[in-house]
């Protein structure tokens, strides 16, 4: 089974900053990783997937870099509605899939 | 616009069984696989289980190997997940979520999911 393992746990922002966020891979996972946003009491929502392939409506200032065992998320501009909990996924070797623990992103 | 909702949870005693189940509408249901994903209480995702669009092909996370079985009735424009030997650590909110795959290939990228459902294990 390949463990994701997402950095920081918390990150402390403030609006109008740039976010950054690690996801790293236990093996190579090509770049079959996707990313999620959740936020409280709401199911996840697709960000990117292909490591870097926006989803259908997602805006421009959320981009993923990365391949292989290292992936960032990058959001360019913080704006409020961004604050929330963010997950990693590999799909390149499974089942299983695998998510990450989470990053949760809060307001300073 | 795609909506799946997601019915059956509740409190049950260890051991017993539930059924959870799944409305699909906005798509045409037989082109897509599908999956359950779980979050614990204040945890992380954990993935339960997928079915191919035919409902055919089937994996299961190890935790519920042997225990959950996953269905879809491509008439009915549902899918099933039917939870057996409840334990506590099986309390979760339980998702459905659309595989973003057509013609026949499931790629585990989860590109629209369900609200959840709650499923409470306890005596």
């Known amino acids: 089974e390949i463990v994701m393992t997402q950095s920081p746990a918390t990150l402390s922002m403030s609006p109008g900053e740039r976010a950054t966020l690690s996801c790293r891979a236990s093996q190579s996972v090509s770049s079959n990783l996707a990313w999620y946003q959740q936020k409280p009491g709401q199911a996840p929502r697709l960000l990117i997937y292909?490591?870097?392939t926006r989803a259908t409506d997602i805006p421009a200032r959320f981009s993923g870099s990365g391949s292989g065992t290292e992936f960032t998320l990058t959001i360019s501009s913080l704006q409020s509605e961004d604050f929330a909990v963010y997950y990693c996924q590999q799909y390149n070797n499974w089942p299983p899939v695998t998510f990450g623990q989470g990053t949760k992103l809060e307001i300073k | 616009q795609v909506q799946l909702v997601e019915s059956g949870g509740g409190v049950v005693q260890p051991g017993r069984s539930l059924r959870l189940s799944c409305a699909a509408s906005g798509f045409t249901f037989s082109n897509y696989g599908m999956h359950w994903v779980r979050q614990a209480p204040g945890k992380g995702l954990e993935w339960v289980a997928v079915?191919?669009?035919?409902?055919?092909?089937?994996y299961y996370a190890d935790s519920v190997k042997g225990r959950f079985t996953i269905s879809k009735d491509n008439s009915k424009n549902t899918l099933y997940l039917q939870m057996s030997s409840l334990r506590a650590e099986d309390t979760a909110v339980y998702y459905c979520a659309r595989d973003l795959g057509l013609n026949y290939q499931v790629l585990s990228i989860l590109d629209f999911w369900g609200q959840g459902i709650l499923v409470t294990v306890s005596s």
């Open positions: 079915t191919w669009q035919d409902g055919h092909n089937k």
């Open positions: 292909g490591a870097s």
